[in-house]
């Protein structure tokens, strides 16, 4: 039982390049999320997903994309990256929306 | 409309000294609060949850939370730091109604021999 996983674990890009990150969990839960953490700022949702087939805008979306592929997986996409993005990266989910989140590691994210 | 504030953004302890993180939140709704403890590189850990039970929350690694509507606070409680605390602490408020989690900026806890 991994939880929840992603990949990368990090990554370097060049200002306007893409990538998409990756997140699985194995809970069978219904919500996932992304979020990102700079320093001083603490989490900040940039997209949710309260079931499978939904997506909604979080706090911070602009810039990024984002597939709810399955129930297990949801990705995030940065169609053209900006050194604002520069982040720490953290996928969560919950068995449905408003319970307990539970966190993957983490992807590092530095846009030169 | 949902927010949350960490009184502090660090903390210094000594080993074996009580702990005291302070936070705290604004809801239009019944919130659930949810401490959780982020140690360097890594993800994010539930410490411990208030859901509308009882008011002193008990969490892992001996960590409590105290539930005060009054006040609009939701501190959280050490009695005994270890050197395995140092880590940044989130204080965060959702509420059923709105599925989504407002953090709070965080509080960097150093502990100290």
């Known amino acids: 039982n991994a939880g929840v996983t992603q990949t990368p674990k990090f990554q370097v890009l060049k200002t306007g390049q893409s990538m998409t990150l990756q997140c699985a969990q194995d809970?069978?839960?219904?919500?996932m999320y992304w979020y990102r953490q700079d320093p001083g700022m603490g989490l900040r949702l940039i997209y949710y997903s309260a079931s499978e087939g939904t997506t909604d805008k979080g706090e911070v979306p602009n810039g990024y994309n984002v597939s709810r592929l399955n129930k297990r997986e949801f990705s995030l996409r940065l169609e053209s990256a900006a050194p604002s993005q520069t982040s720490v990266y953290f996928c969560?989910?919950?068995?449905?929306?408003?319970?307990?989140?539970?966190f993957g590691p983490g992807t590092r994210l530095l846009v030169l | 409309a949902q927010s949350v504030t960490q009184l502090d953004s660090h903390v210094s302890v000594s080993e074996g000294t009580p702990v005291l993180l302070r936070c705290n939140y604004s809801?239009?709704?019944?919130?659930?609060l949810f401490w959780y403890v982020q140690h360097p590189n890594k993800g994010l850990q539930l410490l411990l949850k208030?859901?509308?039970?009882?008011?002193l929350v008990k969490g892992i690694n001996g960590f409590e939370a105290e539930f005060k509507k009054s006040e609009t606070s939701f501190h959280l409680t050490k009695p005994s730091a270890h050197m395995s605390d140092a880590a940044e602490y989130f204080c965060v408020v959702s509420a059923k109604s709105w599925g989504k989690l407002q953090f709070g900026a965080g509080t960097q806890v150093v502990v100290t021999p």
């Open positions: 809801s239009s709704y019944s919130p659930s």
């Open positions: 969560a989910s919950s068995a449905i929306s408003g319970e307990t989140q539970y």
């Open positions: 809970m069978n839960h219904n919500s």
């Open positions: 208030y859901t509308s039970a009882a008011t």
